[in-house]
């Protein structure tokens, strides 16, 4: 254990001291819980540790060195200390997902542990996935992972039952940001798509296609992403060629996806009445599975919090769906969508 460790009172991830640090952008944070126990690690994990005072820099330092295991002792130590978050070097993350992809396996087919909690972590490790693929969509190892734990998903979903949609939507974020947002409509397309009894085939393709569908948002600038106001028409028209990015992006690793899952992505924004894009293509020249993500895309944007606007409540998402957006969308599996969320 680390001397400057065991002598600190409280380690606990300070923002700041993160961002002090010189080399931040080379690490990923992920939850301590997320990190096996009893077990040789693969990779080190790090965390942050104020190495001047007076200037307020950081610099990482191994908390538990490659081959090392955490033990239970050691976890409740850091967790005394408010340690929630520990850190993973970005060239060692895929042998942390890659870890990560064994143990959600076990995890759900796990008697003990309860729907909601199993929920919780395949959620978070979903997010690390996204979350790398965006820093680097280029690697097909990232799109294995992101393969992975959709199967994974799709088994908890089918596997447990009783699961109510309520249960899945309990803990997502409510205020927007695109990794989130691309974990949830792949977690309420996955569910909706249960019901609506599609082939675990198609299940998996929706899945895929609803994680990846804005990963041409990469290519589109922050400024405009996050813009707090309305965007001007020349904004709105590159904010427009997300989708076709996003099958750019994805065509590179035809090896690996489902050609179905890169139609979900870009024809996520298609509309039923013609009046959508990129290709303006009407109802019946939409791939069913992009009719279906269409709806859960537009319902999960609407009860996030967004920079120009707030939240709105799952009631107030489906009613506007069904009054002002309603030209946008296939009828009947927005008649679905409505009942299979409870309403
Ligand atoms: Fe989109
Ligand atoms: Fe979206």
Same mark, same amino acid.
């Given at each position: 254990?680390?001397?400057?460790?065991?002598?600190?009172?409280?380690?606990?991830?300070?923002?700041?001291?993160?961002?002090?640090s010189?080399?931040?952008?080379?690490?990923?944070?992920?939850?301590?819980?997320?990190?096996?126990?009893?077990?040789?690690?693969?990779?080190?994990?790090?965390?942050?540790?104020?190495?001047d005072?007076?200037?307020?820099?950081?610099?990482?330092?191994?908390?538990?060195k490659?081959?090392?295991?955490?033990?239970?002792?050691?976890?409740?130590?850091?967790?005394?200390?408010?340690?929630?978050?520990?850190?993973?070097? @970005? +060239? &060692? !993350?895929? $042998?942390?997902?890659?870890?990560?992809?064994i143990r959600?396996?076990? %995890?759900?087919?796990?008697?003990? /542990?309860?729907?909601?909690?199993?929920?919780?972590?395949?959620?978070?490790n979903?997010?690390?996935?996204?979350?790398?693929?965006?820093?680097?969509?280029?690697?097909?190892?990232?799109?294995?992972?992101?393969?992975?734990?959709?199967?994974?998903?799709?088994?908890?979903?089918?596997?447990?039952?009783?699961?109510?949609?309520?249960?899945?939507?309990?803990?997502?974020?409510?205020?927007?940001?695109?990794?989130?947002?691309?974990?949830?409509?792949?977690?309420?397309?996955?569910?909706?798509?249960?019901?609506?009894?599609?082939?675990?085939?198609?299940?998996?393709?929706?899945?895929?296609?609803?994680?990846?569908?804005?990963?041409?948002?990469?290519?589109?600038?922050?400024?405009?992403l996050?813009?707090?106001?309305?965007?001007? @028409? +020349? &904004? !709105?028209? $590159?904010?427009?060629?997300?989708?076709?990015?996003?099958?750019?992006? %994805?065509?590179?690793?035809?090896? /690996?996806?489902?050609?179905?899952?890169?139609?979900?992505?870009?024809?996520?924004?298609?509309?039923?009445?013609g009046?959508?894009?990129?290709?303006?293509?009407?109802?019946?020249?939409?791939?069913?599975?992009?009719?279906?993500?269409?709806?859960?895309?537009?319902?999960?944007?609407?009860?996030?919090?967004?920079?120009?606007?707030?939240?709105?409540?799952?009631?107030?998402?489906?009613?506007?769906?069904?009054?002002?957006?309603?030209?946008?969308?296939?009828?009947?599996?927005?008649?679905?969508?409505?009942?299979?969320?409870?309403?």
């Amino acid at each position: 254990m680390d001397q400057l460790l065991v002598k600190s009172k409280t380690l606990r991830v300070d923002k700041k001291i993160v961002e002090s640090s010189k080399d931040a952008h080379n690490y990923v944070a992920v939850d301590l819980n997320d990190i096996p126990t009893q077990t040789p690690l693969s990779f080190t994990v790090y965390y942050p540790i104020m190495s001047d005072r007076e200037t307020g820099t950081a610099e990482f330092q191994p908390l538990i060195k490659a081959g090392s295991q955490l033990t239970g002792e050691f976890k409740k130590f850091l967790q005394q200390r408010d340690v929630t978050k520990v850190f993973i070097h @970005k +060239e &060692e !993350f895929n $042998l942390f997902l890659k870890r990560s992809a064994i143990r959600l396996k076990e %995890l759900v087919t796990n008697p003990y /542990l309860k729907a909601s909690k199993k929920n919780e972590i395949l959620y978070r490790n979903a997010t690390y996935i996204i979350k790398s693929i965006f820093s680097d969509p280029k690697v097909g190892e990232n799109f294995k992972h992101a393969i992975s734990i959709v199967e994974i998903y799709s088994n908890f979903i089918s596997m447990s039952e009783d699961i109510h949609p309520s249960l899945l939507i309990q803990i997502f974020a409510k205020d927007y940001n695109l990794f989130a947002h691309s974990v949830q409509v792949a977690i309420l397309a996955i569910s909706f798509a249960k019901i609506l009894g599609k082939t675990q085939e198609e299940i998996f393709q929706l899945g895929l296609g609803g994680l990846l569908h804005d990963i041409g948002k990469l290519k589109i600038s922050e400024e405009i992403l996050n813009k707090p106001g309305p965007l001007t @028409k +020349e &904004e !709105f028209e $590159l904010m427009k060629s997300h989708p076709i990015y996003g099958k750019e992006i %994805l065509d590179k690793q035809t090896s /690996l996806l489902p050609k179905e899952s890169i139609i979900i992505t870009l024809e996520h924004h298609e509309s039923a009445d013609g009046n959508g894009y990129p290709g303006k293509k009407t109802l019946e020249d939409t791939h069913p599975l992009a009719q279906i993500i269409h709806i859960v895309d537009c319902y999960d944007a609407l009860t996030m919090n967004r920079v120009y606007r707030s939240a709105l409540s799952p009631f107030e998402a489906l009613k506007t769906m069904c009054n002002e957006m309603k030209s946008s969308f296939n009828l009947k599996l927005l008649e679905n969508f409505i009942m299979f969320l409870g309403y």
